[in-house]
T-cell receptor, first 113, second 114 residues
Framework: GQSLEQPSEVTAVEGAIVQINCTYQ??????LSWYQQHDGGAPTFLSY????GLEETGRFSSFLSRSDSYGYLLLQELQMKDSASYFC??????????????FGIGTKLQVIP | SAVISQKPSRDICQRGTSLTIQCQVDSQVTMMFWYRQQPGQSLTLIAT?????????ESGFVIDKFPISRPNLTFSTLTVSNMSPEDSSIYLCSVDTLGRTEAFFGQGTRLTVV
């Protein structure tokens, strides 16, 4: 089967940097995604890593190590509006099945003044 | 990008009844997914719906309880049948297009069963 692990909660100060880690186990791995979800809202896409290394999009960066089955999301210059849940998600095609996205438990980030 | 219209946005239903949730996409998509999300929890995949074939259900979900239709490349429905309070949750449809890495989500249907 598939499994993902990420911290359930993180608290960080406005203006600081925070890293949210994610480890996964799956077969037929394609890539690792990150999604942001505010309370009452739908998940929105942040980033996707298919290859090893760092991808940067503005204040957000995402890293993947396929050999370690590990990735992280890095948020810089934190703003109050970044308070939300962040989900890592594995895109994979388990043998015999369709390609699908499986989500981790989500990390609730609280940004404090 | 894809714009997804999901309805109803919320409903309160009596136990034993059924609710059909609709998901309309503004472009043709290959794959549509239905998720369930308990408040404060992660998204759990219910099933994958491809046009022209029967939906593929994840472990713990069965067609009799969650029948799905996918009549064309822009539309799908999920029915929650014979509801009980344990079915109270947020149901989300998601679309995916081959070659894209991003999944798009509808705004969700908040279901309360009383």
């Amino acid at each position: 089967g598939q499994s993902l692990e990420q911290p359930s909660e993180v608290t960080a100060v406005e203006g600081a940097i925070v890293q949210i880690n994610c480890t996964y186990q799956t077969s037929g791995f394609y890539g690792l995604s990150w999604y942001q979800q505010h309370d009452g809202g739908a998940p929105t896409f942040l980033s996707y890593n298919a290859l090893d290394g760092l991808e940067e999009t503005g204040r957000f960066s995402s890293f993947l190590s396929r050999s370690d089955s590990y990735g992280y999301l890095l948020l810089q210059e934190l703003q109050m509006k970044d308070s939300a849940s962040y989900f890592c998600a594995v895109r994979a095609r388990p043998s015999g099945g369709y390609q699908k996205v499986t989500f981790g438990i989500g990390t609730k980030l609280q940004v404090i003044p | 990008s894809a714009v997804i219209s999901q309805k109803p946005s919320r409903d309160i239903c009596q136990r034993g009844t059924s609710l059909t949730i609709q998901c309309q996409v503004d472009s043709q998509v290959t794959m549509m997914f239905w998720y369930r999300q308990q408040p404060g929890q992660s998204l759990t995949l219910i099933a994958t719906a491809n046009q022209g074939s029967e939906a593929t259900y994840e472990s713990g979900f069965v067609i009799d309880k969650f029948p799905i239709s996918r009549p064309n490349l822009t539309f799908s429905t999920l029915t929650v049948s014979n509801m009980s309070p344990e079915d109270s949750s947020i149901y989300l449809c998601s679309v995916d297009t081959l070659g894209r890495t991003e999944a798009f989500f509808g705004q969700g249907t908040r279901l309360t069963v009383v």
